[in-house]
Structure formats: structure tokens, C-alpha cells
């Protein structure tokens, strides 16, 4: 059974705070992805991964930066937590690469939902 | 860029039949994915179309016209367990085939 894991389930930071979000996939995944998701927005893209050590911004970086050192991890780290970035963070996996007809569906993990106070 | 709009909130009624209409306008197409997602948990996926017409899949079906920008999920003899929010996800041109989420439409099944 293929797996996304994501390290915490409920995390509570102070603001200023240094907090770090990791994510393992089991199933050799080239694309890797972190997503934040409040009620009425959506998922948004905030990281992507397509290969070790690759990283590519989304849609709202702004205040993240994520690592990338072995194939199956991907980190979301929050320099500074703010409380702006109280969510629900969404880690998923794809194949990737193929494109086209190829049905390369995203795998979620369970999620963390982050509270900063 | 990548512009996805689905309804908020739907309501129906166990046994029925709802339609979760999704419209699209994104640079490149590269397939249409449908999502499930019950409150408190991760989405899962549930349908994919890159052709032109209807995918059926037991109760649910996907359908897609790639001229009209238009999918749309439809929910068979609705069951309470199918209350969650549905997410439409367009992977659009590019190297990385990146998928844009809409807003997701929570449904809602009443008996």
C-alpha cells in the first residue's frame, strides 16, 4: 500500500519560532509537493520538488523554504513562524515526468495542521 | 496562468443523483483529476480524464470536454458517506505537469 507520512498530525509554534515539517514517500516518487490549505481557498501550492536537491516556488513561497536530500524526504521549513501561517499543511507525491496520457495521480499524506500562537 | 471554478457548497438528498460541475481555463492541458475529500483528512483520488468524454468508474463518472474547458463529477445513488468536499485539479503544459486545485466543493447529503 503506497504511503505519504507526514511527521506530525497537530503541531502548536510560537510565533518567531523556527518549524520544520517533513514528509517521506515509500514509492520512489520524482515529484514531490507542499500545499497549504485554508477553508475557502483551497489547496494552494506553496513548493514543488521534482528531484533531489530540485525545488521550484508555487503559488505562495513567500515566508518557506523546503529541502530536498534524499529522493523519499521532502521538508517544509517556516524560518519564522507567523501567525499568518496557522493551516492545515498537505504534503503529496506524483511520479511525474510522463505527462500526457499517463495517470500519475497525486498521493496525500494525512496532514499537519499547524496552529502559531 | 490557471483559473479553476467550482461551485462551493452543494446539497442532496441519499439516493439521488448530483452533478459537481468544474470549469477551467489554464495555459496547456494535460488531463483533469477529481479528488475526495472527507473533513479531517487527506484528499484521494477518484478520476482522471485527458480525452474527451465520460469515464465510469461505479457510482461516480467523470466527464470532459476539452473544447468548452468543462468537467463535470457525477455522484450515483447517493450514499451519507459521500459528504465531503470534492476537489477538481487540472495539470496544465510544462516540464513538471504541476496540478492547480480549485477551491473544492463541499457536498452535503442529507437523508
Known amino acids: 500500500d503506497v504511503k505519504v507520512t507526514q511527521s506530525s498530525r497537530y503541531l502548536v509554534k510560537r510565533t518567531g519560532e523556527k518549524v520544520f515539517l517533513e514528509c517521506v514517500q515509500d514509492?520512489?516518487?520524482?515529484?514531490m509537493f507542499w500545499y497549504r490549505q485554508d477553508p475557502g481557498l483551497g489547496l494552494r501550492l506553496i513548493y514543488f520538488?521534482?528531484?533531489?536537491?530540485?525545488?521550484e516556488k508555487g503559488d505562495i513561497p513567500e515566508g518557506y523554504s523546503v529541502s530536498r536530500e534524499k529522493k523519499e524526504r521532502f521538508s517544509l521549513i517556516l524560518e519564522s513562524a507567523s501567525t499568518n501561517q496557522t493551516s492545515m499543511y498537505l504534503c503529496a507525491s506524483d511520479p511525474g515526468g510522463t505527462g500526457g496520457f499517463g495517470v500519475t495521480e497525486a498521493f496525500f499524506g494525512q496532514g499537519t495542521r499547524l496552529t502559531v500562537v | 496562468g490557471q483559473n479553476i471554478d467550482q461551485p462551493t457548497e452543494m446539497t442532496a438528498t441519499e439516493g439521488a443523483i448530483v452533478q459537481i460541475n468544474c470549469t477551467y481555463q489554464?495555459?496547456?492541458?494535460?488531463?483533469l483529476f477529481w479528488y475526495q475529500q472527507h473533513a479531517g483528512e487527506a484528499p484521494t483520488f477518484l478520476s482522471y480524464?485527458?480525452?474527451?468524454g465520460l469515464e465510469e468508474k461505479g457510482r461516480f463518472s467523470s466527464f470532459l470536454s476539452r473544447s468548452k474547458g468543462y468537467s463535470y463529477l457525477l455522484l450515483k445513488e447517493l450514499q451519507m458517506k459521500d459528504s465531503a468536499s470534492y476537489l477538481c485539479a487540472v495539470r496544465g503544459a510544462g516540464g513538471s505537469y504541476i496540478p492547480t486545485f480549485g477551491r473544492g466543493t463541499s457536498l452535503i447529503v442529507h437523508p
Open positions: 514509492m520512489d516518487h520524482e515529484n
Open positions: 520538488s521534482y528531484d533531489v536537491k530540485m525545488k
Open positions: 489554464t495555459s496547456g492541458f494535460n488531463g
Open positions: 480524464n485527458v480525452l474527451d
